[in-house]
């Protein structure tokens, strides 16, 4: 079982910068696959990053390549998604999640531990 909770969401303008964490507790947390996924209101989640937990090999979403950094800190079972020069489009709310699965990490479906959110804002 892991517990997930993220923080650092808010408000800032376009063209800002944003530090999501989630902070992991559970019993060999550091072991998982991490991923972030977004949702904006009717709209399905979306992949965001996702880096893994031997390698540190990270996979971005085209919408966020070369803006966001996902990076993870296994001392402090804390994962993190550095976002810059954002965009009013990347306004909706921020999940953390730990992979269950092994393939298809840009897929809702290979995760089975979820956070609870926190709304990012962009202000154009």
């Known amino acids: 079982q892991v517990q997930l909770v993220e923080s650092g969401g808010g408000l800032v303008q376009a063209g800002g910068s944003l530090r999501l964490s989630c902070a992991a507790s559970?019993?060999?947390?550091?072991?998982?696959?991490m991923g972030w996924f977004r949702q904006t209101t009717g709209k399905e989640r979306e992949f965001v990053a996702v880096i893994t937990s031997s390698t540190g090999r990270t996979y971005y979403a085209d919408s966020v390549k070369g803006r966001f950094t996902i990076s993870r800190d296994n001392a402090r079972n804390t994962v993190y998604l550095q976002m810059n020069s954002l965009k009013s489009e990347d306004t909706a709310v921020y999940y953390c999640a730990a992979a269950t699965g092994v393939t298809f990490l840009d897929r809702r479906s290979a995760y089975g531990y979820w956070g609870q959110g926190t709304q990012v804002t962009v202000s154009s």
């Open positions: 559970g019993r060999t947390a550091s072991s998982y696959n």
